[in-house]
Nanobody, 128 residues
């Protein structure tokens, strides 16, 4: 079992920046591939970014490429999502997710069912 707690959300103007953090506890963090997802009101939860357990591989949805960057610090048991040049359409509840990938360092997933553990989310609101 791993527990995930997101932080760093808030209200930001369009064009601004935020850095989301997700702190993990309970298991060996470096065994887990991590992902960020978001869910806007009335919409399904969607993939934003993922990072392999060592951080050697990353994946970002096209709509955030060049603006958002996922990273991790295994010594701090934390994964980050740096959000730059935010847009009103980035407004959503942002979730981090984890999947045990100890036997596959290159694994990345884009589907919600790929992940076993979820945080409670942090709200990001972008004003125009």
């Amino acid at each position: 079992q791993v527990q995930l707690v997101e932080s760093g959300g808030g209200l930001v103007q369009a064009g601004g920046s935020l850095r989301l953090s997700c702190a993990a506890s309970g298991r060996t963090f470096s065994n887990y591939a991590m992902g960020w997802f978001r869910q806007a009101p009335g919409k399904e939860r969607e993939f934003v970014a993922a990072i392999s357990q060592s951080g050697g591989r990353t994946d970002h949805v096209d709509s955030v490429k060049g603006r958002f960057t996922i990273s991790r610090d295994n010594a701090k048991n934390t994964v980050y999502l740096q959000m730059n040049s935010v847009k009103p359409e980035d407004t959503a509840l942002y979730y981090c997710a984890a999947r045990d990938a100890r036997f596959n360092d290159y694994w990345l997933g884009r589907q919600t069912y790929d992940y076993h553990y979820w945080g409670q989310g942090t709200q990001v609101t972008v004003s125009s």
